[in-house]
Protein backbone atom coordinates (compact mmCIF):
# COMPACT_ATOMS: atom_id res chain seq x y z
CA UNK A 1 0.00 0.00 0.00
CA UNK A 2 1.51 3.64 -1.20
CA UNK A 3 2.14 5.93 2.08
CA UNK A 4 -0.23 8.68 2.53
CA UNK A 5 0.42 11.72 0.53
CA UNK A 6 1.80 14.56 3.27
CA UNK A 7 0.59 18.03 2.28
CA UNK A 8 3.38 20.72 3.19
CA UNK A 9 1.86 23.28 1.60
CA UNK A 10 -1.83 24.50 1.41
CA UNK A 11 -3.57 27.04 0.00
CA UNK A 12 -7.96 26.98 0.83
CA UNK A 13 -10.23 29.50 -1.16
CA UNK A 14 -7.44 32.17 -1.26
CA UNK A 15 -8.67 35.35 -3.11
CA UNK A 16 -6.71 38.42 -3.46
CA UNK A 17 -8.51 41.62 -4.90
CA UNK A 18 -6.58 44.68 -6.29
CA UNK A 19 -9.63 47.75 -6.05
CA UNK A 20 -12.44 45.65 -6.12
CA UNK A 21 -11.01 43.11 -8.86
CA UNK A 22 -9.90 39.98 -8.34
CA UNK A 23 -6.27 38.84 -9.09
CA UNK A 24 -6.79 35.84 -7.51
CA UNK A 25 -10.20 34.16 -6.70
CA UNK A 26 -11.29 31.22 -4.32
CA UNK A 27 -7.81 29.46 -5.43
CA UNK A 28 -7.16 26.18 -3.60
CA UNK A 29 -4.38 23.76 -4.05
CA UNK A 30 -1.98 21.19 -2.28
CA UNK A 31 1.71 20.68 -2.60
CA UNK A 32 2.56 16.77 -1.47
CA UNK A 33 6.44 16.57 0.35
CA UNK A 34 8.23 14.16 -2.27
CA UNK A 35 6.46 15.53 -5.64
CA UNK A 36 6.40 18.19 -8.42
CA UNK A 37 3.14 19.92 -8.83
CA UNK A 38 3.06 22.20 -11.66
CA UNK A 39 1.18 25.44 -11.67
CA UNK A 40 0.46 26.34 -14.83
CA UNK A 41 -1.69 29.67 -16.77
CA UNK A 42 -1.59 31.92 -19.73
CA UNK A 43 -0.52 35.92 -18.90
CA UNK A 44 -2.66 37.39 -16.69
CA UNK A 45 -4.10 34.52 -15.12
CA UNK A 46 -2.84 35.28 -11.50
CA UNK A 47 0.25 33.04 -11.07
CA UNK A 48 2.84 35.36 -9.64
CA UNK A 49 0.55 37.14 -7.59
CA UNK A 50 -0.30 33.49 -5.52
CA UNK A 51 2.86 33.21 -5.57
CA UNK A 52 3.42 36.62 -3.54
CA UNK A 53 0.70 35.46 -1.45
CA UNK A 54 2.03 32.25 -0.36
CA UNK A 55 5.40 34.26 0.33
CA UNK A 56 3.76 36.52 2.70
CA UNK A 57 4.65 39.80 0.08
CA UNK A 58 0.91 40.35 -0.22
CA UNK A 59 -1.92 40.29 2.15
CA UNK A 60 -4.83 37.69 1.63
CA UNK A 61 -8.04 39.20 0.88
CA UNK A 62 -9.58 36.01 2.36
CA UNK A 63 -8.51 32.17 2.83
CA UNK A 64 -5.82 30.53 4.48
CA UNK A 65 -2.07 29.58 3.79
CA UNK A 66 -1.17 26.40 5.88
CA UNK A 67 2.81 25.13 5.83
CA UNK A 68 2.94 21.66 7.45
CA UNK A 69 -0.13 21.98 8.91
CA UNK A 70 0.37 25.60 10.25
CA UNK A 71 -2.06 28.91 9.42
CA UNK A 72 0.64 31.31 8.49
CA UNK A 73 -1.53 33.53 6.42
CA UNK A 74 -0.04 36.28 8.69
CA UNK A 75 3.40 35.25 8.81
CA UNK A 76 5.47 37.90 7.06
CA UNK A 77 8.11 37.08 4.58
CA UNK A 78 11.43 36.47 6.57
CA UNK A 79 9.71 34.23 9.27
CA UNK A 80 8.22 31.87 5.78
CA UNK A 81 11.92 31.66 4.62
CA UNK A 82 12.95 30.55 7.66
CA UNK A 83 9.74 27.59 8.61
CA UNK A 84 11.05 26.24 5.41
CA UNK A 85 9.67 28.06 2.13
CA UNK A 86 12.11 29.13 -0.54
CA UNK A 87 11.71 30.34 -4.36
CA UNK A 88 13.19 31.47 -7.35
CA UNK A 89 12.34 34.61 -9.24
CA UNK A 90 10.91 34.82 -12.65
CA UNK A 91 13.33 37.88 -12.97
CA UNK A 92 17.08 36.21 -11.53
CA UNK A 93 18.45 38.07 -8.59
CA UNK A 94 21.94 38.02 -7.85
CA UNK A 95 24.17 40.04 -5.35
CA UNK A 96 25.52 42.61 -8.07
CA UNK A 97 29.57 41.70 -7.88
CA UNK A 98 29.05 38.45 -6.20
CA UNK A 99 31.04 35.18 -6.68
CA UNK A 100 28.94 32.09 -7.46
CA UNK A 101 29.99 31.02 -4.37
CA UNK A 102 28.85 33.70 -1.85
CA UNK A 103 25.49 33.92 -3.87
CA UNK A 104 25.40 30.40 -2.78
CA UNK A 105 26.59 30.77 0.69
CA UNK A 106 23.70 33.81 1.15
CA UNK A 107 21.34 30.80 0.93
CA UNK A 108 22.52 29.57 3.97
CA UNK A 109 22.80 32.77 6.34
CA UNK A 110 19.04 32.50 6.78
CA UNK A 111 19.34 29.31 8.53
CA UNK A 112 22.54 30.34 10.80
CA UNK A 113 23.12 30.01 14.35
CA UNK A 114 25.57 32.17 14.93
CA UNK A 115 24.89 35.32 16.52
CA UNK A 116 25.19 38.65 14.55
CA UNK A 117 28.60 39.74 17.54
CA UNK A 118 30.09 35.94 16.80
CA UNK A 119 30.58 36.76 13.90
CA UNK A 120 31.93 39.99 13.81
CA UNK A 121 34.46 39.14 16.04
CA UNK A 122 35.44 35.72 14.39
CA UNK A 123 34.55 33.84 17.21
CA UNK A 124 35.24 29.65 16.47
CA UNK A 125 32.07 28.76 16.84
CA UNK A 126 31.20 31.32 13.96
CA UNK A 127 34.35 30.31 11.98
CA UNK A 128 33.46 26.18 12.14
CA UNK A 129 30.10 27.53 10.83
CA UNK A 130 31.21 29.35 8.11
CA UNK A 131 33.40 26.24 7.29
CA UNK A 132 30.57 24.04 7.54
CA UNK A 133 28.38 26.62 5.09
CA UNK A 134 31.40 26.66 2.75
CA UNK A 135 31.76 22.65 2.11
CA UNK A 136 28.25 22.15 1.98
CA UNK A 137 27.96 25.05 -0.83
CA UNK A 138 30.46 23.41 -2.42
CA UNK A 139 28.79 20.18 -2.33
CA UNK A 140 25.88 22.19 -4.25
CA UNK A 141 28.52 23.35 -7.05
CA UNK A 142 29.41 19.84 -7.85
CA UNK A 143 26.02 18.65 -7.84
CA UNK A 144 25.24 21.63 -10.31
CA UNK A 145 28.39 21.00 -11.94
CA UNK A 146 29.52 24.34 -11.51
CA UNK A 147 32.31 23.77 -9.33
CA UNK A 148 35.08 25.21 -11.84
CA UNK A 149 32.89 28.33 -12.15
CA UNK A 150 32.84 28.65 -7.70
CA UNK A 151 34.77 32.14 -7.84
CA UNK A 152 33.28 33.63 -11.29
CA UNK A 153 30.79 36.61 -11.04
CA UNK A 154 27.40 35.30 -11.03
CA UNK A 155 26.04 37.90 -13.09
CA UNK A 156 28.85 37.36 -15.65
CA UNK A 157 27.56 34.04 -16.99
CA UNK A 158 25.09 32.53 -19.09
CA UNK A 159 21.31 32.85 -18.65
CA UNK A 160 21.23 28.84 -17.53
CA UNK A 161 24.15 29.43 -15.28
CA UNK A 162 22.37 32.53 -13.42
CA UNK A 163 19.14 30.09 -13.03
CA UNK A 164 21.18 27.20 -11.55
CA UNK A 165 23.12 29.82 -9.21
CA UNK A 166 19.27 30.92 -8.04
CA UNK A 167 18.08 27.42 -7.64
CA UNK A 168 21.43 26.27 -5.07
CA UNK A 169 20.42 29.85 -3.25
CA UNK A 170 17.32 28.29 -2.49
CA UNK A 171 18.32 25.14 -1.94
CA UNK A 172 20.86 26.31 0.63
CA UNK A 173 17.85 27.32 2.80
CA UNK A 174 17.19 23.72 3.10
CA UNK A 175 13.52 24.18 2.50
CA UNK A 176 10.83 22.27 3.21
CA UNK A 177 8.79 23.99 -0.32
CA UNK A 178 10.23 24.94 -2.97
CA UNK A 179 8.18 27.35 -5.20
CA UNK A 180 9.95 27.57 -8.60
CA UNK A 181 8.79 30.57 -11.04
CA UNK A 182 9.11 30.34 -14.17
CA UNK A 183 12.75 28.56 -13.88
CA UNK A 184 13.46 27.33 -17.54
CA UNK A 185 12.26 30.76 -19.17
CA UNK A 186 14.89 31.83 -21.78
CA UNK A 187 16.11 28.40 -22.09
CA UNK A 188 16.95 25.40 -24.67
CA UNK A 189 14.91 21.97 -24.14
CA UNK A 190 18.12 20.17 -23.33
CA UNK A 191 19.04 23.32 -20.99
CA UNK A 192 15.32 22.70 -19.39
CA UNK A 193 16.05 18.87 -19.30
CA UNK A 194 18.78 18.59 -17.29
CA UNK A 195 17.20 21.33 -14.84
CA UNK A 196 13.94 18.88 -14.46
CA UNK A 197 16.26 15.95 -13.56
CA UNK A 198 17.64 18.00 -10.78
CA UNK A 199 14.02 19.05 -9.88
CA UNK A 200 13.58 15.48 -9.63
CA UNK A 201 16.29 14.85 -7.63
CA UNK A 202 14.87 17.86 -5.07
CA UNK A 203 11.94 16.45 -4.44
CA UNK A 204 13.04 12.74 -4.41
CA UNK A 205 15.05 13.97 -1.04
CA UNK A 206 10.98 15.09 0.47
CA UNK A 207 11.08 18.34 -0.90
CA UNK A 208 7.41 19.67 -1.87
CA UNK A 209 8.44 21.27 -4.78
CA UNK A 210 5.34 23.61 -6.81
CA UNK A 211 6.75 24.84 -10.41
CA UNK A 212 4.98 27.39 -12.11
CA UNK A 213 5.63 27.36 -15.60
CA UNK A 214 4.35 28.89 -18.91
CA UNK A 215 6.34 25.90 -20.93
CA UNK A 216 3.96 23.24 -21.21
CA UNK A 217 6.35 20.39 -22.98
CA UNK A 218 8.44 20.82 -19.49
CA UNK A 219 5.95 21.39 -17.43
CA UNK A 220 3.94 17.65 -18.47
CA UNK A 221 7.38 15.97 -18.24
CA UNK A 222 8.45 17.50 -14.75
CA UNK A 223 4.97 17.25 -12.97
CA UNK A 224 2.62 15.21 -11.78
CA UNK A 225 0.19 16.49 -10.99
CA UNK A 226 -0.85 20.31 -12.59
CA UNK A 227 -3.41 23.27 -11.47
CA UNK A 228 -4.56 25.39 -14.34
CA UNK A 229 -5.29 29.02 -13.29
CA UNK A 230 -7.64 31.23 -15.88
CA UNK A 231 -8.23 35.00 -15.31
CA UNK A 232 -7.31 34.22 -11.51
CA UNK A 233 -9.41 30.93 -10.95
CA UNK A 234 -8.51 27.64 -11.14
CA UNK A 235 -10.37 25.94 -14.12
CA UNK A 236 -8.59 22.31 -13.89
CA UNK A 237 -6.49 20.22 -11.79
CA UNK A 238 -5.49 16.63 -12.31
CA UNK A 239 -2.51 14.63 -14.09
CA UNK A 240 -0.94 16.39 -17.19
CA UNK A 241 -2.59 13.92 -19.59
CA UNK A 242 -5.86 14.63 -18.39
CA UNK A 243 -5.55 18.73 -17.70
CA UNK A 244 -3.86 19.06 -21.04
CA UNK A 245 -6.99 17.41 -23.10
CA UNK A 246 -9.09 19.53 -20.72
CA UNK A 247 -12.00 21.45 -23.18
CA UNK A 248 -11.58 24.35 -20.58
CA UNK A 249 -7.53 24.11 -20.84
CA UNK A 250 -7.67 24.19 -24.36
CA UNK A 251 -10.11 26.85 -24.49
CA UNK A 252 -7.97 29.14 -22.42
CA UNK A 253 -4.69 28.56 -23.99
CA UNK A 254 -6.23 28.78 -27.75
CA UNK A 255 -7.73 32.11 -26.50
CA UNK A 256 -4.15 33.12 -25.26
CA UNK A 257 -3.17 33.04 -28.58
CA UNK A 258 -4.89 34.77 -30.85
N1 LIG B 1 -0.11 45.16 -7.61
C1 LIG B 1 -1.16 45.04 -8.46
N2 LIG B 1 -2.08 46.00 -8.58
C2 LIG B 1 -3.12 45.86 -9.41
N3 LIG B 1 -3.33 44.80 -10.21
C3 LIG B 1 -2.43 43.81 -10.15
C4 LIG B 1 -1.29 43.85 -9.28
N4 LIG B 1 -0.58 42.70 -9.43
C5 LIG B 1 -1.25 41.97 -10.35
N5 LIG B 1 -2.35 42.63 -10.79
C6 LIG B 1 -3.32 42.14 -11.78
O1 LIG B 1 -3.66 40.82 -11.41
C7 LIG B 1 -3.82 40.00 -12.55
C8 LIG B 1 -2.92 38.77 -12.43
O2 LIG B 1 -1.54 39.15 -12.62
P1 LIG B 1 -0.31 38.18 -12.36
O3 LIG B 1 0.93 38.99 -12.58
O4 LIG B 1 -0.48 37.53 -11.06
O5 LIG B 1 -0.49 37.13 -13.53
P2 LIG B 1 0.54 36.03 -14.07
O6 LIG B 1 -0.26 34.80 -14.28
O7 LIG B 1 1.69 35.95 -13.16
O8 LIG B 1 1.00 36.63 -15.45
P3 LIG B 1 2.44 36.49 -16.19
O9 LIG B 1 2.53 35.08 -16.63
O10 LIG B 1 2.29 37.45 -17.33
O11 LIG B 1 3.50 36.88 -15.21
C9 LIG B 1 -3.51 40.85 -13.76
O12 LIG B 1 -4.72 41.30 -14.31
C10 LIG B 1 -2.72 42.00 -13.17
O13 LIG B 1 -2.91 43.19 -13.93
Not at 118 to 124: M, T
Not at 188 to 196: V, Y
Request: some cysteine; aromatic content about 6%; proline content about 4%.
Amino acid sequence: MNAPVQNVLQLANVSRHFGGVPAVDDVSLDVPAGRITGLIGTNGAGKTTLVNLVMGLFHLSSGSVRLDGRDVSLVEAPDLARAGLARTFQNIRLIPNGTVLNNVLLGFQCRRRVGFWAEALALPGARAQEARDREAAMALLDRFEMTHLAQHRGTTLSYGHQRRIEMMRALAMQPRVLLLDEPVAGMNDTEAESLGRIFREVADTGVAVLLIEHNMRFVSATCSYLYVLAAGRMIAQGTPETVLQDPDVVAAYLGAEQ
